[in-house]
């Protein structure tokens, strides 16, 4: 069982950027962010897989960036021009195969703790 460490949230005005990291304590194939706010279901925010394939939801296309390192087992997000819609907890998910590997949450059963986004008008 893979174990994820998300890291890098925290609180920035609207415009700003922040860069999450996602260490895994071993490879997966596929990783991805999602996020949820208080009230809200959880919504998949990009994935990518490990021959450099990415999916982003429409809301943060052009704005953010997802990368993965697999000599590190880390997963990257690059959060430009946020807005306050962005704010939430931030999770990151893995999944060893690539078959399945889909921008769902159903798609992933191992999670990180997650790490909070606030975004201030």
């Known amino acids: 069982q893979v174990h994820l460490v998300e890291s890098g949230g925290g609180s920035v005005q609207a415009g700003g950027s922040l860069n999450l990291s996602c260490v895994a304590s071993g490879y997966s194939i596929c990783m991805a962010w999602f996020r949820e706010d208080s009230g809200k279901e959880r919504e998949g925010v990009a994935i990518?897989?490990?021959?450099?394939?990415?999916r982003y939801a429409d809301s943060v296309k052009g704005r953010f960036t997802i990368s993965k390192d697999d000599m590190k087992n880390t997963m990257y997000l690059q959060m430009d021009s946020l807005k306050v819609e962005d704010t939430g907890m931030y999770y990151c998910?893995?999944?060893?195969?690539?078959?399945?590997?889909?921008?769902?949450?159903?798609?992933?059963?191992?999670w990180g703790q997650g790490t909070q986004v606030t975004v201030a008008s």
């Open positions: 990518v897989t490990s021959d450099g394939s990415t």
């Open positions: 998910a893995a999944r060893y195969s690539r078959i399945g590997c889909m921008l769902k949450s159903d798609s992933f059963r191992t």
